[in-house]
C-alpha cells in the first residue's frame, strides 16, 4: 500500500470513527456541512439527506468525486442518489465514514502480523459420504421436510473474471446468464427446485412448493437481466410471488492511497458488497416475514456458480439433519482441493472465555491473519452450501448484519488524460454470509445450534468462477466443472447403473481430445442416484457416445449407444394449468426402452469445442420428443441412422420389431392416465424402492 491516508496520520480509525458516528448529530454535520457550503455556493439547493452524504464525502476528503457537476447536474444527484443508500444500508457501522474507515482499517491489519487470540480447532463433523443406515434417514427427513423449506440464492455477484458479453450488443452480463449445458446457470437452480418438488410428490402424494429467494444486484444490469430471464420463460412455470428478490448494494472501491475511485466524472466504479450483505437485505425486504407467512421454517442458502451441489442426496440430507434435530446453523463442507480459493470451516475458542466455542468459516485471504499455511484436502473446505433456521438468521443479523467483514482487492485498467493505460489497484468492503454463524456462540465443542456436514468432493463443489485461458490453470472454470460432472456421471452410470461406459480420461488428457462421452439428465429423473439406477439398468455406451435425458419418467434397460440418443419431455414433472403454473402430476411424458440399440454417427467432435456450454453440433442422433402425456416404447429394436420420433399429447407411439427393422403403432389414449407409472417408496432400511406398476 501507497502513503497513508490523512486521517491516519493523526488518529486511529477507532477515533475518527467514534468521533464522527457518536459525537456528531444530524445537526452538526449540517454546521459541519455548511462551513464547506462558504467554498460552494452552488450546494445549498440540496435537501437535508443529500447535504448530510455530500458532509460525509467532505470530512472524508473526497470532493474530487463531485468534480464535473456543474456541467452535468442529473449525473450529480443520480450519484447523491446511490451515496444515500449506501448511507442508510451500512448504518450499524458509520455509513459512508464507516464504510471508508473500515476498508482503512482492513488494509491496515493486512500489512500486520496479526496476533489473534483465537485457537483454531478442526470442528466436530457429520459425514454423509458412507451409505449408512443414518445417511439415509437423513435423506428421507430432508424429503419429509421438504415443505417448510425455502431456498437462498445469492445471484448478484459480478463475475469480472468469466468475461461474459452479450456476442451482439457485447454488453457485459452477469454469471446468472452464463450457458452451461444449454441453459443459464439460474435455470439449472429452477431445475433442481422442480426435482425435490416432483419427489416429494412422488413418495408421498401432495403438491410442496418451494419459495426461492434471489438476492440481485445492479451490477451489469444483474436484476434486470435475471427478472428478463424469468419474464421470457414465464417464470418457468413457477407462480411468480414464489420468487422473492432483494437487492444486493453497490460499494464504493477506493484505492491504495485513500481515494474513492472515479470511472469517469459522477461515475464512481462501485462492485457489489459481498454475499454476506443476504441476511439485512432479506430482512429489510421483509423476507424473512413473508416465509413465515408461507409455514416455512428452514432454508437451504446455494450459489450459482456451483451447479454440482445440486446433483445426488446432499441437499436433502442437510435439511433432514438440520430440521430434525432443529438446529439454528449448518455448513456443507469438503475436503480441500490445490489451487483453489476456498475458505475453511473451523472452530475457534476465544482465550479468556473458556468452554465458549462459535463455528466460522476463514477466508482464503485472511490465513496468514490467523496462522493458517493454506488450503489443503486435510481441511474442511467451506463451500457456500448452507442451511438456515430463519428466525434465528433474522435475529442474528440485527446483531451482526455485516457478518464476515473483508477487503476485496482487485486490479482495473484505466486510460489517464494522455491516453496512457494504467493499472490501479482498488478495494471493496465485503462480508461473509456464512461467518453470521458466529453470532450463535456454544457452550461445547460439539454444536448444539450449529454443525457442519461433510460429503465428497465430487458431489459438493465445483465452481465456475473464470473463464478459461490455455496459460492458466483449469481450476474454477466452466471446462472443470463439466469434467468434474462428467466423472460424477461415470460413478453414476458405471457404479449405480451397472452401464459400461468408456474409460474417463484424467483432466489434462481430457482437455487435449473430446470427453469420451457425453451424459446429461434432468434432476427431475432422481435426483438421488439410488433412484436413477432403478430406472437406468445396464447396458452400454461406445466412445464418443451421448445420452441426454430431459424426463423423469423413463425405463431403460440394456440400452447400447452409439452416437447419440436424446429424449425430451414438454413436461417433465408435471403439466400446466390455465394461468401457465406447472403442477406435479402424472400428466408427464414417458419413454420405456428394452434391448434397444442406437446407431447413428452422433456428435461432431470438432465443431463442438464449446461442448460445456451446450452448443453441440450433431453429425446424427436418435431424437425422441414427447409433448405432453404421450408415451413412447421401443423393445428389441436397432433404432439405426438419423431418426425423429414426435409423440404427441395424449398418444402411445409402439415400435415394434419386424425381420432386422421395426414399425410404428400409434395409439390414442382413451384417457389421460399414463399406461405404466414408477411407484415410490420407503423401506424399513431408509432406502427409496420404485416398483414399476402397469395401469
Known sequence: MGKKHPFLERKSI???????????????????????????????????????VCSEILFLQQEHIFQGWEENKEHFHSLLRSLICIDRFYEEIGGLIGYHLSVLRLQEESKRDSCFSFSTISPPVVDISFDSLQDRKMICDGIRHLPTIAEFYPVGGAGDRLHLVDPISLEPLPAAKLQFLGKTLLEILIDDVFAKEYLYYKLFGQEVQVPMVLMTSEEKKNHDHIVDILEKKEFFGRPKESILFCMQPLVPTITEDGRWYVQEPLHLLLKPGGHGVIWKAARLEKIFEKLRNLDKKKAIVRQINNPLSGIDYGLFALCGYGSELDMSFGFVACPGEKDTAEGIIVLLEKEGSKGSYVFTNIEYCDFQKYGIAHSSENNFANT???????????????????????????????????????????????????????????????????????????????????????????????????????CANRILLEKHCRMKIPTCLGLEEYMDTH?????????????????????????????????????????????????????KADNVSGALDDQKIRHPSLEVGRCFCKNVTIVNEGIDWELSSSFWSGDVKRKGSCQIFIEGNGEFFAEDVVLDGNLLFVVKNNEILRLEKKGSGYVEKRLIKSHSHPTWNWKYRVTEDQRIALDLELL
Request: one cysteine or more.
Open 14 to 52: 477507532e477515533e475518527i470513527l467514534e468521533e464522527w458516528v457518536q459525537k456528531k448529530t444530524v445537526e452538526e454535520k449540517e454546521i459541519f456541512f455548511q462551513k464547506k457550503i462558504q467554498l460552494n455556493p452552488i450546494l445549498q439547493d440540496l435537501t437535508r439527506e443529500e447535504r448530510v
Open 384 to 486: 457456500n452450501i448452507l442451511f438456515i433456521d430463519l428466525m434465528e438468521v433474522e435475529s442474528a443479523s440485527k446483531q451482526m448484519p455485516f457478518p464476515g467483514m473483508l477487503i476485496n482487492t482487485k486490479e482495473v485498467h484505466f486510460s489517464d488524460s494522455k491516453g496512457e493505460f494504467s493499472v490501479a489497484k482498488v478495494a471493496r468492503l465485503e462480508s461473509v454470509m456464512q461467518n453470521i454463524s458466529e453470532a450463535f456462540i456454544e457452550g461445547h465443542a460439539n454444536g448444539k445450534k450449529v454443525f457442519v456436514m461433510s460429503n465428497r468432493r465430487d458431489k459438493t463443489i465445483s465452481t465456475i468462477k473464470k473463464s478459461f485461458h490455455k496459460e492458466k490453470s483449469i481450476v474454477e472454470t466452466p471446462h472443470k466443472c463439466f469434467y468434474d460432472l462428467l
Open 515 to 567: 470427453p469420451p462421452f457425453f451424459f446429461h439428465y434432468h434432476p427431475a429423473l432422481g435426483p438421488l442416484f439410488s433412484i436413477i439406477s432403478q430406472k437406468i439398468r445396464g447396458g452400454i455406451m461406445f466412445n464418443g457416445g451421448e445420452m441426454r435425458l430431459d424426463i423423469a419418467e423413463i425405463f431403460l434397460e440394456n440400452m447400447s449407444v452409439q452416437g447419440s440418443f436424446l429424449v
